[in-house]
């Protein structure tokens, strides 16, 4: 009596990438589950003025994120304020307001201290600084600005008013260093441009697209 032998099919080559698409899908969706946060966010936050790309590339990623953004008040009472905060305890965060302020004496109020570094960049009459050291950063940007609202100094004097944001993160950040008080820097400029329409300053509101970089400086 002849003896009869069954053959094991080989592993179905479909078979394999079907698991191993299944097995992709469920990692993905564990991934999105907790770095989706950042891409949940408008395009545009702090009211439609600065690019959500900005904001990723500047805090970590984080399974939730919500924006906040409000402005009040006009003349010297004039405020602009947003923050973006992640589940990760990460906050990106900044203000302008209207204030009677030179250049210089901006400039003056960012006076490097003991090991701390400060880069400037401008752009015709927008000027930026960036402070930053080992474990924090923090930018500000100038403009000047002549309200609709203007108002005489406490002597009686009218002086120099501008617009004046600054910018920080509170907790870790994405990026460090170089990278950090650019993204910094960014985040001001672009909160100032809405500003300057939202206090109505006086004159063209032209800006160019972006500050000149810092570079490694």
Request: charged letters at 20%; hydrophobic letters at 40%.
């Amino acid at each position: 009596m002849r003896k009869t032998y069954s053959v094991r099919k080989p592993y179905s080559v479909r078979a394999f990438f079907v698991a191993i698409a299944i097995l992709a899908l469920v990692c993905g969706g564990l991934f999105l589950f907790f770095v989706k946060g950042l891409y949940l966010l408008p395009d545009k936050v702090c009211e439609a003025s600065v690019q959500r790309d900005l904001v990723i590339h500047t805090l970590p990623q984080a399974r939730a994120a919500d924006e906040w953004a409000d402005h009040k008040g006009s003349g010297r009472d004039f405020m602009f304020d947003c923050r973006v905060s992640t589940s990760g305890h990460s906050i990106l965060s900044g203000g302008v307001n209207l204030r009677e302020s030179s250049k210089a004496d901006w400039t003056d109020g960012y006076g490097g201290s003991a090991g701390t570094a400060v880069v400037q960049t401008s752009a015709g009459r927008v000027a930026g600084l960036a402070q930053v050291d080992a474990d924090h950063g923090v930018a500000s940007v100038y403009v000047p600005c002549e309200p609709k609202d203007a108002w005489e100094g406490d002597d009686g004097a009218s002086g120099t008013r501008a617009l004046v944001a600054e910018a920080s993160v509170t907790g870790k950040s994405r990026v460090s260093g170089a990278a950090l008080r650019q993204a910094l820097t960014d985040f001001a400029y672009q909160l100032t441009r809405h500003a300057y329409a939202l206090a109505e300053c006086k004159g063209s509101g032209d800006f160019p697209a972006q500050l000149p970089r810092y570079g490694d400086r």
